[in-house]
């Protein structure tokens, strides 16, 4: 059998429900015919059927505010939030209407400036500690590579200090040790470099040095012998792509003052955490200042704009035509338009105070829950971002996670939640996203499902 028929097959012969008691049956049908022509049925790994997604993902009819509807017309409270992207929920109004209207009135693409672009980078230097100037593109995997590109250009040394765990986009160079095998990564305090399978260039895994997140002594250690090497530490402020993890206390001031020490570009990574955990980002609610920042889920309301900002004396070299940034897309008009109306919205008195709200009740509520149910369980998170870890223990880093996390009861966990209207990734190293859109209605009738899932969990443990 061929691949693809293959794909078809595994579509239709699984169980035609995601998760028992949902009628799914023409999400499966439709995953089964997008199979013969989309590889996986997806376009994008983390709706893949190896992402969780098994035996099919839903499909979409549409969503609005804090709320997802399938093609079956299954209604979730959506904590998915595309990833992230949905901040301000889905269809946010003047944010949709500000796209509309320049499309509609002005263009697209020129491939010339806008006064739009300078107003807009006004409001991200306005906003983030860290950034005297901003460039502006499309996702978060082209800022990680202009961010690194740069810092290499800065410091004239070639390696890149990376974290087991972390995900920086899918660029050859630094699609590394996402998520590593723990029998290939090298011993734990020495990680090696583990390709996010095959296909990435042979060799450039020799400009990372690969480390474990959360350990200050070994960071130190690494840049005292190979600081004349290494251009850039490359963090998240909080790990978000092995659930959500917590820096421990002092740990990034530590990185901070040690990059600056041994003259290393400090790269927050707040692809996920940027415009979200404040309109400072994680660095302002965090009260650290990196060198360079990169951003894209929090920025655009759901449209693909990203931007790479920092120290204007590094930025420099862009501004002299040292280091080259292209992209046909990048500053179009519909991502500048979306990201102005967006960042309007943030900015407003209150946003931030109440998203926080919402979002610690459910943070709160949640781990109660789980906790009053007598499973070994807790909620980890910051403001609206958040994962529930069935776990005996505390988790810091990747491998943490992959010894203690119970990943047959997060999947318990997810198809019971699922099955009571309430969405979010089937992956345990995934997040909960909360939206300005959601109301403390949807909390409650979110922990009024945790509770009967927490109930079958522990009857069933
Ligand atoms: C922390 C982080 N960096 C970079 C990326 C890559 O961003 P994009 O998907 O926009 O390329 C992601 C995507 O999930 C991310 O979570």
Not at 153 to 167: D, L, Q, S, V
Not at 432 to 443: I, R
Not at 446 to 459: H, I, P, Q
Request: a negative charge; glycine letters at 10%; hydrophobic letters at 45%.
């Amino acid at each position: 059998m061929n691949t693809v028929k293959a794909e078809a097959a595994e579509a239709s012969s699984a169980n035609a429900q995601l998760v028992a008691g949902l009628d799914t049956a023409t999400s499966g049908e439709l995953f089964e015919a997008a199979c013969r022509l989309i590889p996986g049925g997806v376009n994008s790994t983390a709706r893949a059927t190896w992402s969780g997604w098994t035996p099919y993902p839903l499909f979409v009819k549409d969503g609005k505010g804090s709320h997802l509807t399938d093609v079956d017309g299954n209604q979730y409270i959506d904590y998915l939030l595309g990833l992230g992207p949905m901040l301000l929920g889905h269809r946010p109004p003047r944010v949709t209407q500000a796209v509309v209207d320049f499309i509609q009135n002005r263009g697209t693409i020129f491939a010339l400036p806008t006064a739009d672009e300078a107003r807009l980078a006004q409001k991200i230097v306005d906003a983030i500690p860290g950034v005297d100037q901003v460039r502006l593109c499309n996702t978060g995997t082209e800022a990680v590579m202009y961010a690194t590109r740069l810092a290499r250009a800065f410091t004239g040394r070639n390696r890149i200090i990376r974290f087991e765990g972390m995900y920086h986009g899918f660029s050859d160079a630094i699609y590394w040790s996402k998520h590593p095998a723990l029998d290939k990564a090298g011993p734990d305090a020495h990680p090696v470099p583990v390709p996010q399978g095959p296909g990435l260039p042979k060799g450039v895994e020799e400009n990372l040095i690969i480390l474990p997140w959360n350990d200050a002594d070994l960071l130190a250690e690494t840049l005292e012998r190979e600081g004349n090497d290494i251009a850039a530490v490359l963090t998240e402020p909080v790990m978000c792509n092995t659930g959500c993890i917590l820096p421990r206390p002092g740990y990034l001031e530590a990185m901070r003052e040690l990059t600056a020490r041994h003259g290393v570009v400090l790269i927050f990574d707040e692809v996920i955490t940027g415009f979200r955990l404040g309109l400072a980002g994680a660095q302002g609610r965090l009260g650290i200042k990196p060198d360079l920042s990169v951003f894209a889920k929090g920025i655009g309301g759901g449209f693909p704009v990203a931007a790479l900002g920092g120290r204007a004396d590094i930025m420099a070299l862009v501004a002299r035509g040292k280091v080259s940034m292209a992209g046909t897309y990048s500053a179009n008009g519909i991502a500048i338009a979306a990201a102005n109306a967006a960042l309007d919205e943030l900015a407003a008195p209150g946003v931030f105070e109440r998203l926080d709200a919402v979002s610690d009740a459910l943070r709160l509520g949640l781990d109660k829950i789980l906790k009053d149910a007598g499973l070994p369980a807790y909620v980890v998170g910051l403001g609206p971002l958040m994962q529930v870890w069935f776990a005996k223990g505390p988790i810091h880093n990747y491998r943490d996670a992959e010894r203690h996390a119970d990943q047959d009861t997060f999947r318990r966990w997810w198809e019971g939640m699922l099955g009571e209207g309430v969405l979010f990734h089937p992956g345990a190293y995934e997040n909960l996203f909360v939206s300005t859109a959601h109301t403390h209605a949807d909390v409650t009738a979110t922990l009024d499902a945790a509770k009967r899932v927490a109930a079958e969990l522990a009857r069933t443990a």
